[in-house]
């Protein structure tokens, strides 16, 4: 596990203890669950301020990740953690991909339940009068991805670690 999440440093856990009380005011643990807090991984990075190129470079944390995982690992790990085989989970995976793109193109948000959604956003120049505002003004299309709060949390409490390579 340890080579796939690219660490070599013990990652902080935490215990989240849920507790019940009983009618005399015994307190015992009803249940509990760990939480790996795994780190963001970053370089330092010289970089100039792009809007003055006279003035002094500066030094810039700038987020790293290790190799990208794909549709196999991701087919394989759903395999690993699920009751399905590898023909299912290749299968919902594969349709998952082949969906969202299909939806967006006719204009749809595409929400993935908690993870978040997908829309498409455009940039365009500005133009003087509505007229003037056609589709040759777009400058660039893209695909948006918001996370879902869930995510988002988790995000925002991950610690930060100067990325190191694998061995």
Do not use: W
């Not at 794909?70 to 349709?95: K, P």
């Not at 056609?134 to 988790?154: S, W």
């Amino acid at each position: 596990m340890r080579s796939i999440l690219g660490s070599s440093q013990p990652y902080l856990c935490r215990v989240i203890f849920i507790f019940a009380k009983i009618k005399n005011k015994t307190i015992f643990i009803y249940s509990f669950k760990i939480q790996f807090i795994m780190p963001i991984h970053y370089v330092v990075k010289q970089k100039k301020n792009p809007k003055d190129y006279g003035a002094e470079p500066k030094y810039y944390l700038v987020s790293k990740s290790f190799s990208p995982i794909d549709r196999d690992f991701l087919i394989q790990d759903m395999v690993t953690n699920t009751s399905l085989n590898f023909q299912e989970a290749a299968t919902g995976i594969d349709y998952l991909f082949k969906v969202i793109p299909k939806y967006i193109s006719v204009g749809h948000t595409v929400v993935i339940g908690k993870m978040g959604y997908f829309s498409v956003s455009i940039k365009s120049e500005g133009s003087d009068t509505e007229e003037e505002a056609t589709t040759d003004k777009i400058r660039r299309k893209r695909l948006v991805f918001v996370a879902g709060r869930e995510i988002r949390k988790q995000i925002n409490e991950m610690i930060a670690e100067k990325h190191t390579k694998m061995k």
